[in-house]
């Protein structure tokens, strides 16, 4: 109608395709518009129509009944461009508001599902890490129950020593094949650099049984076989293991 941008129309008519109420009220609008023009429509003066039909009775051929003239004195409805601009802009007023508040009403739904669904994601991340933590400390305890099930396996218990009095170890030795297992209990995430060490006493003499991994510390790991022992103990050494244990870092100590 000359009022709206082709922006404008093109986002009108993009939302009524899509929408059934703003269809409904487009409609509702060119109804009132069509309501309007017939109740204003105004009809062409007698004059007019009597000149008309003498200008046509004076062309050659036609002849045209007075009947006939009943077709030219139905009021024809004005088109839409002659309704009065106040009317046909309040009209686009409203319907461009409409559209504007459904278009809002959609980006802000859309928006609020996007963050639920992302609040959704990471809860369940939360839950599967939880969920497999679990699962390896279960793992854990059925790997130590069957061991401790194992007649041929002796469970040594390595105590704190006085600088670490809370502290804990379990080494589980199969007296029969000489496998040494080793779970680490409540000890301490090591420092950067440095690797817990297990020592068997051998004669009274410290034997290298293995570095425990650095990635295990809550897992039974399998140690050096050790055939023959007094007691074991554990130490904190540089990464990779020393071939002598560091007295000033021991951690934990236990006799058979």
């Known amino acids: 109608m000359g009022l709206a941008t082709e922006e404008e129309v093109s986002i009108l008519e993009c939302v009524r395709k899509n929408n059934l109420e703003v269809e409904q009220a487009i409609l509702e609008a060119q109804k009132t518009l069509e309501d309007f023009a017939s109740v204003h429509a105004i009809p062409p003066p007698t004059e007019v129509k009597d000149l008309i039909w003498s200008k046509i009775a004076q062309q050659p051929g036609l002849a045209i009944s007075k009947g006939a003239t009943s077709i030219l004195s139905e009021e024809r409805k004005p088109p839409i461009e002659d309704i009065p601009l ?26 609020y599902f996007q963050q639920e669904n992302k609040r959704r994601d990471k809860t369940i991340s939360k839950l599967a890490a939880t969920n497999e933590t679990n699962l390896l400390a279960l793992q854990s305890l059925q790997n130590k129950w069957k061991l401790l099930q194992d ?7 390595l105590a704190g020593v006085e600088q670490h009095p809370n502290l804990k170890a379990h080494v589980f030795w199969n007296t029969n094949t000489t496998d040494v297992y080793l779970s680490m209990e409540n000890l301490p995430v090591v420092p ?34 050790i055939a023959t022992a007094e007691a074991f103990a554990i130490t904190l050494e540089k990464a990779g293991g020393n071939p002598t244990p560091t007295l000033s870092q021991l951690y934990v100590m236990g006799n058979i």
């Open 192 to 225: 950067a650099g440095m690797q817990y060490q297990l020592w068997a006493i051998v004669d009274g003499t410290p034997v290298d049984a293995g570095v425990l991994p650095l990635d295990n510390l809550d897992e039974i790991n399998t140690m050096h076989r």
């Open 151 to 157: 007649p041929a396996i002796k469970t040594i218990t």
């Open 86 to 111: 106040p009317v046909r802009s309040v009209t686009f007023r409203n319907l461009a508001i409409a559209a504007s508040l459904l278009c809002a009403l959609s980006v802000g739904t859309t928006i």
